[in-house]
Each structure stands twice: as structure tokens, then as C-alpha cells.
């Protein structure tokens, strides 16, 4: 079975089929296996935004928020890696095109 992460929250607000959970940081992070790949780490307080969730819930109430370890790690890759690429890729495509740094470079566009 694989790892899986838990956080306990309030809920926030929902809207809809989304639900906004707030989490709060705790002493335990320091010991956890996760913390380097979890959204909770490193501040006090974060929200997490749950989409078509099942259940009925309101506004106030304590959960508890499970996770599979492993989508902490596709969240990191969509959130930071994919982008930081993009990013790359595009400005050595515009240099290459160009020949100019000027011109790949996006605050003079």
C-alpha cells in the first residue's frame, strides 16, 4: 500500500462541487517522511482546494484531508518543474529565433 498524507482543517468555504480546507501547520512536520514535498511545510496556515468531493459538509467543520503520497509529487512537478521548463524552452526558442537577448527577454516585450 502506499504512503499516504494527512492533515487535519477546517473547512473554509464551499462553493459548489469545491470545498476549500484550511490547514494549519503542526510540530509533528518535523518528523514527517513528506515535508519536503508537502504544502503545509514551512508556514502556518495553507489551503487546500478540494474539487467534486463527495460528502456534505459545511463551513466551520473539522476534516481530515487524505492524500496519496505520490500526488504530493505529480502536484510539485505541475506546480514548479513543468513551468520552470516552459519557461526555459521558450526563452532560448525566442533567442534562437531572434539571435537577440533583448527580444527573448519578456520585460521588454
Do not use: W
Not at 473554509?12 to 519536503?36: E, F, L, Q, Y
Not at 514535498?37 to 474539487?51: A, L, P, R, T, V
Not at 468531493?53 to 503520497?69: A, D, H, I, L, P
Amino acid at each position: 500500500m502506499e504512503k499516504q498524507v494527512e492533515h487535519e482543517g477546517i473547512v473554509a468555504s464551499i462553493c459548489g462541487s469545491s470545498m476549500v480546507v484550511r490547514v494549519v501547520a503542526s510540530s509533528a512536520c518535523a518528523g514527517c517522511d513528506s515535508k519536503a514535498n508537502c504544502i503545509s511545510f514551512g508556514s502556518n496556515q495553507k489551503d487546500i482546494h478540494i474539487e467534486n468531493f463527495t460528502g456534505n459538509y459545511e463551513s466551520g467543520e473539522r476534516v481530515k484531508v487524505v492524500m496519496q503520497q505520490s500526488l504530493g509529487f505529480r502536484a510539485l512537478c505541475f506546480g514548479y518543474a513543468i513551468p520552470c521548463v516552459a519557461t526555459l524552452t521558450t526563452l532560448i526558442v525566442a533567442y534562437q529565433i531572434t539571435g537577440n537577448e533583448l527580444v527573448s527577454d519578456y520585460r521588454h516585450c
